[in-house]
């Protein structure tokens, strides 16, 4: 192989490498920048901050709730979901990201985790249940939540 050659193909694997390292950086910057917003987005359901949970949907987004049919999340929605903020209580705990995956301006988080939702005045029944979360990136770069999928983890008898 001549000099040229040897050249050419340094040349290459040099900006193969480089182009690599740039997109992994880049893809760790936005996976971190999307997982800021998941937290954000559980630390809005503990602390019972329902406008804000709310706000980080998609205007077309989507439940499927255990044992219920698909629920549009619009206006309508949204306000009995609200409703219950006076008599209810939603929190979640042992929080486990089972997997996460970030690709362009789709991403997923499948969880675990034990969820609460019982009258403000009784003691916390603990679920245990897991979750899988669809996530789109807007146009203004922030993530939104688009479809919310979950489901016991109790077998039922």
């Known amino acids: ?8 193909v340094l040349t290459l694997l040099l900006i193969s490498l480089f182009y ?6 880049d893809n760790i910057a936005e996976t971190n920048h999307f997982m ?5 987005f ?3 359901v503990n602390t019972g ?4 949970r709310l706000s980080m949907f998609t205007p077309d987004a989507k439940m499927l709730p255990n044992f219920g049919d698909l629920i549009e999340l619009n206006d309508s929605a949204k306000a009995k979901i609200k409703s219950y903020d006076d008599n209810w209580v939603f ?3 042992d929080l486990k990201h089972v997997e996460i995956e970030v690709k362009d301006s789709i991403a997923y988080t499948v969880n675990t985790y034990y969820y609460t939702f019982h009258p403000t005045d009784s ?3 603990w679920h245990r249940t897991k979750n899988v979360h669809i996530w789109k990136k807007q146009n203004d770069g922030s993530w939104k939540l688009h479809i919310d999928i979950w489901n016991s983890s109790v077998t039922q008898n």
């Open 123 to 125: 003691m916390p029944q």
């Open 36 to 40: 800021r917003t998941v937290n954000e």
């Open 20 to 25: 690599n390292c740039t997109t992994n950086e």
């Open 1 to 8: 192989m001549n000099a040229s050659k040897i050249y050419l």
């Open 49 to 52: 901050n329902t406008d804000k």
């Open 42 to 44: 559980y630390e809005a």
């Open 91 to 93: 929190r979640i705990k």
